[in-house]
């Protein structure tokens, strides 16, 4: 039995100076560009236009040193992604309204003081969750916030729901960061099933099957797993897969939202 200290967090070091640029949608019209890409994520797909506002790209800044994560926009002015994309970070460049990663309708840099880890992290990896407060973010198509599971489904495990997640993850091990953001439709499975690949592991991590190697990969870190219901609900964080290999059959964790319902109130006033 693997135990889970084989996990990898999912975070994708990167020279800050190669960091995506912000551009307007007027100078780069994308409307159409989504059918000239591949599926480069293992029976995943690329994003439609739009298919995912709440999504927002970070580049994690420590010194000269940078790291790239995914979050998500939860309140106009406050951003939900993985505690360990912000360890030891001196800022953050937050990337809106992106599906191509190089090209963001606008970003906003964010300092130290307001990057809130959950207090309990690292102690457990069921605590790998963080909020960034930003500067008031307008709602539009291609930039909205994504809803939380209401105090009422925080007992609620999803065993069995189907969810999304998105990234500009690795597209296979090792490779660089695709410039489409790619999707991928897993099912959640319990907690019993993956502890069977990591050993015990907390009731806030959420696990999901990975069939034919589709999964999550370095630079994914930070962002969403979203259910298929209407409006689509924020269930998991990105936090972490097999080390042997990315398309490893192994399960890929999330930190589970419902299970920090009120921490995330009690930092942001978030709630439903």
Known sequence: MRMWLVFVLLLWRVDVDAAPT????????????????????TNGYPATLGQ?????????????????????????????????????????????????RTEALFSVNV??????????????????IALIRTP????????????LPPLSERHNSYVDAMATTCGWGSTS??????????????????????????GRLPASVLCVDTPDGRSICDGDSGGPLVSHQ???????????SDASSCSSVAPAGFTRVTAHLEWIKEVSGVAY
């Open 111 to 128: 300092s130290a003081e307001h990057i809130i880890q959950h207090p309990k992290w690292p102690q457990s990896i069921g605590n790998d």
């Open 52 to 100: 995912a506002p709440y999504i927002v790209g970070l580049l994690m800044r420590a010194g000269a040193a940078g790291s790239w994560c995914g979050g998500s926009i939860i309140h106009h002015n406050w951003v939900l992604t993985a505690a360990h994309c912000t360890d030891d970070m001196d800022s953050t460049t937050i990337f809106y309204g992106a599906t191509r």
């Open 136 to 147: 008031h973010v307008g709602y539009w198509s291609l930039v909205n916030k994504v809803a």
């Open 173 to 198: 091990d090792g490779s660089p960061l695709p410039e489409w953001l790619q999707c991928v439709d897993l099912r959640i499975i319990s907690n019993q099933r993956c502890s069977r690949s990591y």
């Open 22 to 41: 912000t551009l307007s949608p007027v100078e780069h019209p994308v409307e159409h560009a989504v059918e000239h890409f591949d599926h480069i994520i």
């Open 230 to 240: 209407q409006p689509p609900t924020l269930l998991g964080v990105t936090s972490f």
